[in-house]
Protein backbone atom coordinates (compact mmCIF):
# COMPACT_ATOMS: atom_id res chain seq x y z
CA UNK A 1 0.00 0.00 0.00
CA UNK A 2 1.42 3.84 -1.04
CA UNK A 3 1.31 5.55 2.96
CA UNK A 4 0.89 8.86 2.81
CA UNK A 5 2.37 11.16 5.86
CA UNK A 6 1.18 14.28 6.47
CA UNK A 7 2.52 17.14 8.41
CA UNK A 8 1.67 19.11 10.70
CA UNK A 9 -1.22 17.14 11.92
CA UNK A 10 -2.54 20.30 13.59
CA UNK A 11 -1.58 24.10 12.94
CA UNK A 12 -3.16 27.21 14.11
CA UNK A 13 -2.89 30.20 11.30
CA UNK A 14 -4.31 34.19 11.73
CA UNK A 15 -6.77 35.31 9.78
CA UNK A 16 -5.31 36.67 6.10
CA UNK A 17 -2.08 34.40 6.96
CA UNK A 18 -0.74 31.68 5.16
CA UNK A 19 -1.08 28.07 5.65
CA UNK A 20 0.68 25.47 4.28
CA UNK A 21 0.55 21.78 5.31
CA UNK A 22 2.57 19.03 3.71
CA UNK A 23 1.86 15.57 2.21
CA UNK A 24 4.49 12.92 1.91
CA UNK A 25 4.63 9.99 0.10
CA UNK A 26 6.56 6.32 0.47
CA UNK A 27 6.61 5.97 -3.19
CA UNK A 28 6.35 8.03 -6.13
CA UNK A 29 2.59 8.64 -7.26
CA UNK A 30 3.83 10.17 -10.59
CA UNK A 31 3.12 8.81 -14.04
CA UNK A 32 5.20 9.86 -16.47
CA UNK A 33 4.08 8.05 -19.79
CA UNK A 34 0.76 11.03 -19.19
CA UNK A 35 3.15 13.28 -17.01
CA UNK A 36 0.84 13.18 -13.54
CA UNK A 37 1.15 13.04 -10.24
CA UNK A 38 -2.41 11.01 -8.81
CA UNK A 39 -2.59 13.53 -5.87
CA UNK A 40 -6.18 15.32 -4.60
CA UNK A 41 -7.15 17.33 -1.68
CA UNK A 42 -9.67 17.42 -0.01
CA UNK A 43 -11.22 19.63 2.93
CA UNK A 44 -13.33 18.33 5.26
CA UNK A 45 -15.01 21.11 7.72
CA UNK A 46 -17.13 19.50 11.00
CA UNK A 47 -20.13 17.39 10.39
CA UNK A 48 -19.70 17.81 6.64
CA UNK A 49 -18.18 15.14 3.93
CA UNK A 50 -15.30 15.73 2.09
CA UNK A 51 -15.31 18.09 -0.16
CA UNK A 52 -12.66 18.33 -3.08
CA UNK A 53 -10.24 20.92 -3.39
CA UNK A 54 -7.22 20.05 -5.83
CA UNK A 55 -6.91 17.35 -8.22
CA UNK A 56 -3.93 16.23 -10.35
CA UNK A 57 -1.65 17.59 -7.40
CA UNK A 58 -2.09 21.13 -8.82
CA UNK A 59 -5.62 21.78 -10.67
CA UNK A 60 -8.29 23.76 -8.44
CA UNK A 61 -11.26 22.07 -8.62
CA UNK A 62 -14.29 24.01 -10.38
CA UNK A 63 -15.58 26.80 -7.51
CA UNK A 64 -12.81 26.09 -5.02
CA UNK A 65 -11.25 29.51 -4.39
CA UNK A 66 -8.23 30.64 -5.85
CA UNK A 67 -6.27 31.18 -2.37
CA UNK A 68 -6.24 26.92 -2.47
CA UNK A 69 -3.35 25.90 -4.38
CA UNK A 70 -1.55 22.74 -4.86
CA UNK A 71 2.02 21.98 -5.52
CA UNK A 72 4.89 19.01 -5.65
CA UNK A 73 5.52 15.93 -7.85
CA UNK A 74 6.60 12.40 -6.97
CA UNK A 75 6.56 11.94 -3.37
CA UNK A 76 6.42 15.46 -1.93
CA UNK A 77 3.03 17.45 -2.55
CA UNK A 78 1.86 20.96 -1.05
CA UNK A 79 -1.05 22.58 0.05
CA UNK A 80 -1.11 25.84 0.51
CA UNK A 81 -3.67 28.79 1.40
CA UNK A 82 -3.01 32.03 0.76
CA UNK A 83 -4.61 34.19 2.51
CA UNK A 84 -6.55 32.05 5.65
CA UNK A 85 -10.59 32.80 5.92
CA UNK A 86 -12.71 31.70 8.89
CA UNK A 87 -14.72 29.28 6.42
CA UNK A 88 -11.17 27.48 6.06
CA UNK A 89 -11.26 25.75 9.50
CA UNK A 90 -11.47 22.05 8.90
CA UNK A 91 -9.71 19.28 8.52
CA UNK A 92 -7.59 18.63 5.13
CA UNK A 93 -6.89 15.15 3.49
CA UNK A 94 -4.46 14.24 0.77
CA UNK A 95 -5.07 11.29 -1.36
CA UNK A 96 -3.59 9.38 -3.16
CA UNK A 97 -5.03 7.54 -6.75
CA UNK A 98 -2.40 5.71 -8.28
CA UNK A 99 -3.31 2.88 -7.10
CA UNK A 100 -5.94 0.68 -5.23
CA UNK A 101 -5.75 0.16 -2.40
CA UNK A 102 -6.92 4.24 -2.60
CA UNK A 103 -5.05 5.69 0.50
CA UNK A 104 -5.34 8.74 2.21
CA UNK A 105 -3.38 10.66 4.73
CA UNK A 106 -3.76 10.83 8.38
CA UNK A 107 -5.74 14.43 8.21
CA UNK A 108 -4.36 18.16 9.27
CA UNK A 109 -6.45 19.96 11.62
CA UNK A 110 -6.27 24.02 10.52
CA UNK A 111 -7.55 26.38 13.35
CA UNK A 112 -7.57 30.35 13.48
CA UNK A 113 -5.03 31.68 16.00
CA UNK B 1 -27.12 19.07 -9.80
CA UNK B 2 -25.58 16.13 -8.65
CA UNK B 3 -26.27 14.58 -5.57
CA UNK B 4 -25.61 11.59 -3.86
CA UNK B 5 -27.77 10.44 -0.91
CA UNK B 6 -27.26 7.22 1.13
CA UNK B 7 -29.52 5.26 3.29
CA UNK B 8 -29.35 1.87 4.99
CA UNK B 9 -27.21 2.65 8.16
CA UNK B 10 -28.09 1.70 11.59
CA UNK B 11 -27.05 -0.19 14.71
CA UNK B 12 -26.12 -4.08 14.17
CA UNK B 13 -24.67 -6.55 16.37
CA UNK B 14 -21.55 -8.14 15.56
CA UNK B 15 -21.65 -10.58 12.96
CA UNK B 16 -24.26 -9.33 11.79
CA UNK B 17 -25.33 -7.70 8.04
CA UNK B 18 -26.44 -4.50 6.58
CA UNK B 19 -26.89 -3.35 3.12
CA UNK B 20 -26.10 0.61 2.44
CA UNK B 21 -27.90 2.71 -0.65
CA UNK B 22 -26.71 5.48 -2.25
CA UNK B 23 -29.42 6.54 -4.58
CA UNK B 24 -27.67 8.97 -7.61
CA UNK B 25 -29.09 11.90 -9.28
CA UNK B 26 -27.81 14.14 -12.07
CA UNK B 27 -25.78 11.77 -13.62
CA UNK B 28 -25.62 7.99 -14.40
CA UNK B 29 -24.06 5.58 -11.82
CA UNK B 30 -23.42 3.16 -14.58
CA UNK B 31 -21.48 5.38 -16.66
CA UNK B 32 -19.41 6.53 -13.96
CA UNK B 33 -16.95 5.06 -11.34
CA UNK B 34 -18.44 5.02 -7.77
CA UNK B 35 -16.65 4.43 -4.38
CA UNK B 36 -17.54 3.74 -0.88
CA UNK B 37 -15.22 5.36 1.56
CA UNK B 38 -15.70 5.02 5.26
CA UNK B 39 -14.56 7.31 8.46
CA UNK B 40 -14.55 5.85 12.11
CA UNK B 41 -15.73 8.11 14.90
CA UNK B 42 -13.17 10.66 15.40
CA UNK B 43 -10.89 9.05 12.66
CA UNK B 44 -9.74 9.54 9.31
CA UNK B 45 -10.67 8.56 5.52
CA UNK B 46 -10.68 4.79 4.50
CA UNK B 47 -11.00 4.08 1.07
CA UNK B 48 -13.55 0.84 0.93
CA UNK B 49 -14.73 -0.45 -1.96
CA UNK B 50 -14.81 0.79 -6.00
CA UNK B 51 -16.66 -0.33 -8.75
CA UNK B 52 -15.92 0.59 -12.72
CA UNK B 53 -18.60 1.60 -15.46
CA UNK B 54 -17.70 -1.20 -16.89
CA UNK B 55 -18.40 -3.36 -13.85
CA UNK B 56 -15.05 -4.44 -12.59
CA UNK B 57 -15.02 -4.16 -8.47
CA UNK B 58 -12.19 -3.75 -6.20
CA UNK B 59 -12.31 -4.02 -2.81
CA UNK B 60 -9.25 -2.72 0.58
CA UNK B 61 -8.21 -6.14 2.24
CA UNK B 62 -9.79 -5.16 5.47
CA UNK B 63 -12.91 -5.99 3.68
CA UNK B 64 -12.30 -8.26 0.75
CA UNK B 65 -14.61 -11.38 1.57
CA UNK B 66 -17.22 -10.06 3.98
CA UNK B 67 -18.31 -6.84 1.98
CA UNK B 68 -19.57 -6.27 -2.01
CA UNK B 69 -20.21 -2.96 -3.84
CA UNK B 70 -23.23 -3.32 -6.79
CA UNK B 71 -25.42 -1.02 -8.38
CA UNK B 72 -28.92 -1.17 -10.04
CA UNK B 73 -28.99 0.92 -13.37
CA UNK B 74 -32.55 1.23 -13.41
CA UNK B 75 -32.76 2.67 -9.70
CA UNK B 76 -28.99 4.61 -10.36
CA UNK B 77 -28.15 2.98 -7.43
CA UNK B 78 -25.06 2.38 -5.48
CA UNK B 79 -25.03 -0.03 -2.82
CA UNK B 80 -22.37 -1.61 -0.32
CA UNK B 81 -23.81 -5.44 1.56
CA UNK B 82 -21.25 -5.83 4.05
CA UNK B 83 -21.51 -8.86 6.24
CA UNK B 84 -19.74 -10.57 8.98
CA UNK B 85 -19.90 -7.05 11.20
CA UNK B 86 -17.13 -6.38 13.86
CA UNK B 87 -17.12 -3.48 15.86
CA UNK B 88 -13.71 -2.25 13.76
CA UNK B 89 -16.46 -1.90 10.62
CA UNK B 90 -18.78 0.76 13.05
CA UNK B 91 -18.21 4.43 10.88
CA UNK B 92 -19.89 6.91 8.61
CA UNK B 93 -19.88 5.49 4.94
CA UNK B 94 -19.81 7.92 2.36
CA UNK B 95 -20.55 6.92 -1.53
CA UNK B 96 -18.62 9.24 -3.45
CA UNK B 97 -18.20 9.56 -7.38
CA UNK B 98 -15.24 8.97 -9.19
CA UNK B 99 -13.45 11.03 -12.03
CA UNK B 100 -10.34 10.32 -14.18
CA UNK B 101 -9.67 6.44 -16.31
CA UNK B 102 -7.82 3.37 -15.85
CA UNK B 103 -9.22 3.19 -12.26
CA UNK B 104 -7.14 5.56 -11.16
CA UNK B 105 -10.14 8.37 -10.01
CA UNK B 106 -10.50 11.00 -7.66
CA UNK B 107 -13.28 11.90 -5.82
CA UNK B 108 -15.90 14.81 -6.98
CA UNK B 109 -19.04 14.52 -5.40
CA UNK B 110 -19.51 12.83 -2.15
CA UNK B 111 -23.13 11.66 -0.04
CA UNK B 112 -23.94 13.38 3.14
CA UNK B 113 -22.93 9.37 4.82
CA UNK B 114 -24.69 7.08 6.70
CA UNK B 115 -23.68 5.81 9.92
CA UNK B 116 -23.11 2.17 10.65
CA UNK B 117 -22.85 0.93 14.15
CA UNK B 118 -21.77 -2.62 15.12
CA UNK B 119 -22.27 -3.42 18.80
CA UNK B 120 -23.93 -5.70 21.31
Known amino acids: DIVLTQSPDSLAVSLGERATISCKSR????????????LAWYQQRPGQPPRLLIY???TRESGVPDRFSGSGSGTDFTLTISSLQAEDVAVYYCHQYYGTPYTFGQGTRLEIK | EVQLVESGGGLVQPGGSLRLSCAASGFFVSSNYMSWVRQAPGKGLEWVSL???????FSSDSVKGRFTISRDNSRNTLYLQMNSLTPEDTAVYYC??????????????WGQGALVTVSS
Open chain 1, 56 to 58: WAS
Open chain 2, 51 to 57: IYSGGNK
Open chain 1, 27 to 38: QSIFDSSNNRDY
Open chain 2, 96 to 109: ARGVGWNGRVHFDY
